[in-house]
């Protein structure tokens, strides 16, 4: 089975700072992917971004950009320039993935960070 | 932009009762799912389903009944609501454009039983 440890339950950081949240994971299998998703305290789960195990280059997308390390099994999300509305949950998640036949379950989530940007 | 629409974002239910929970997504996708999420223990895979008409249990199904009985609609069902059963459900489809696999989320329902 699939795990995901996310180690800091909160922080607190400074407005335009750089964020880094941790996630690490443990799986057996070679082909998954990884994902980071925001909750703010309206509810709704709002991907970030996403990072295939086969991907060689870190992904990117705006502001956020994922630290992959695949010998460490981490996946830390890192936030550039902190405005006060990334304050909000961060989920860490990943998925196993079998491209020759769909998916094999639904994503398996790690408890979250909350992340609050102090102005 | 992909939409999952949830036909409540909150819910009011006397135990027993039956519950229907809806799902809606438009991108055409085959792979839809049911979560809950509770304070401590994060999201939990309760059903999903690969195409129409077919569904597997996830991590909780106990207490849940899921249909599918259209490609864009995946329901949910309480067969008889317990106050255990109190949390936020939230639906997801997933899409894939090249390598890169990306999981939709409706907004979420908030279920009280009492």
């Known amino acids: 089975a699939q795990k995901i440890t996310q180690t800091q339950p909160g922080m607190f950081v400074q407005e335009k700072e750089a964020v880094t949240l941790d996630c690490t994971y443990d799986t057996s299998d070679q082909s998954y992917g990884l994902f980071w998703y925001k909750q703010p305290s309206s509810g709704e789960m709002i991907f970030l971004i996403y990072q295939g195990s086969y991907d060689e280059q870190n992904a990117t997308e705006g502001r956020y950009s994922l630290n992959f390390q695949k010998a460490r099994k981490s996946a830390n999300l890192v936030i550039s320039a902190s405005q006060l509305g990334d304050s909000a949950m961060y989920f860490c998640?990943?998925?196993?993935?079998?491209?020759?036949?769909?998916?094999?379950?639904?994503?398996?989530f790690g408890k979250g960070t909350h992340l609050i940007i102090q102005p | 932009d992909v939409k999952v629409t949830q036909s409540s974002r909150y819910l009011v239910k006397r135990t027993g009762e039956k519950v229907f929970l809806e799902c809606v997504q438009d991108m055409d996708h085959e792979n839809m799912f049911w979560y809950r999420q509770d304070p401590g223990l994060g999201l939990r895979l309760i059903y999903f389903s690969y195409d129409v008409k077919m569904k597997e249990k996830g991590d909780i199904p106990e207490g849940y009944s899921v249909s599918r009985e259209k490609k864009e609609r995946f329901s949910l069902i309480l067969e008889s609501a317990s106050t255990n059963q109190t949390s936020m459900y939230l639906c997801?489809?997933?899409?894939?454009?090249?390598?890169?696999?990306?999981?939709?989320f409706g907004p979420g329902t908030r279920l009280l039983v009492l």
């Open positions: 998640a990943m998925r196993l993935l079998m491209y020759s036949g769909g998916g094999a379950d639904g994503l398996t």
């Open positions: 997801a489809s997933i899409g894939t454009s090249g390598i890169q696999e990306t999981q939709y």
